[in-house]
């Protein structure tokens, strides 16, 4: 009697357990981005790529030490995509090519922590980008780090991490429906760079574009790392970690919602398989 209402029951894994398994499992297979050199460029050398570029564009534009110091700032976190959005975000596309999509979407496991899993390593990832990519503003930019602004950095830091990636997620959500996400992940890489205030601020732009810029997590998480950066007191710093908290809780509910809405859509079309 107990072996048949055994067999009747589906298996469905617990909460951590399924967590814990794509954590460790996801970066190997399907995110496809966890090779010891890849790891080691993004972290190491895209920083200090990206900023000397932009940096250089500035020089030879006449800017002056603090137009430098805000470009290397600027490009030091915005660095984080790479690894927190367009990564995550062709995670979908790797399920897709491997064939592993569809037994992924019928399987029991609580879907929160199927995709929360998935963006444990990224956050990781970001989090060592972004903290390599400031030691680089710090030694070879002019940027100035005071040690009592050091706290203040890295809860600034941790919640741009955590919002980037609950981006990517929601990215990946609409790249289910889609046929690819590389194109989604590269437009919101530059999307990114004009409209989060990361060479040049956002008061600058016009009022509409000001706007969706207001409605991206870098340009919440920059300007609390610029406001960490500056010694600003902690209510302006909370007000601001504040937003970058709401940005990451949004992202990842947009993200499990459109998960859902589009695995449907996608089952319906058979867009599910295409690749």
């Known amino acids: 009697m107990a072996l048949a209402t055994s067999l009747r029951t589906p298996y469905r894994p ?17 995110l496809g981005f966890m090779r010891v050199d890849f790891v080691l460029g993004t972290v190491f050398v895209v920083p200090l ?8 564009v500035v020089r030879l ?23 927190s959005v367009f990564s995550v975000c062709q995670t979908t596309d790797s ?3 491997q064939g592993t999509m569809e037994h992924l979407l019928v399987s029991p496991t609580n879907r929160l922590a199927l995709y929360f899993g998935r963006g444990l390593i990224p956050i990781l990832i970001s989090l060592a980008t972004v903290a390599v990519g400031l030691t680089y503003a710090a030694l070879l930019f002019g940027v100035k780090i005071p040690a009592g602004a050091i706290p203040a950095l890295a809860v600034s830091v941790v919640l741009t991490a ?9 990215l990946g959500g609409v790249a289910l429906y889609l046929r690819t996400s590389i194109i989604l992940g590269n437009i919101f890489l530059f999307v990114g760079l004009l409209l989060s205030g990361v060479n040049f601020p956002l008061s600058s732009l016009p009022l509409p574009l000001q706007w969706v810029g207001d409605a991206l997590p870098l340009t919440w998480g920059l300007a609390a790392i610029r406001a960490a950066l500056a010694g600003n007191s902690l209510g302006a710093l909370g007000a601001l970690w504040a937003a970058v908290a709401i940005a990451a809780i949004a992202s990842f509910a947009l993200a499990i919602g459109l998960w859902e809405y589009f695995e449907r859509r996608a089952l319906a079309t058979g867009s599910i398989a295409r690749f």
Do not use: C, D, H
């Open 162 to 170: 955590f919002a980037m990636v609950g981006f990517g997620l929601l």
């Open 49 to 56: 790529t990206q900023m000397a570029f932009f940096v250089l």
């Open 14 to 30: 617990s909460f951590w357990r399924t967590f814990w398994t794509n954590a460790v499992m996801a970066p190997r297979t399907s």
């Open 95 to 97: 399920e897709k090519e």
């Open 61 to 83: 534009a006449g800017g002056g030490a603090s137009e430098i110091e805000f470009a290397a700032v600027g490009n030091a976190v915005a660095t984080v995509t790479y690894s």
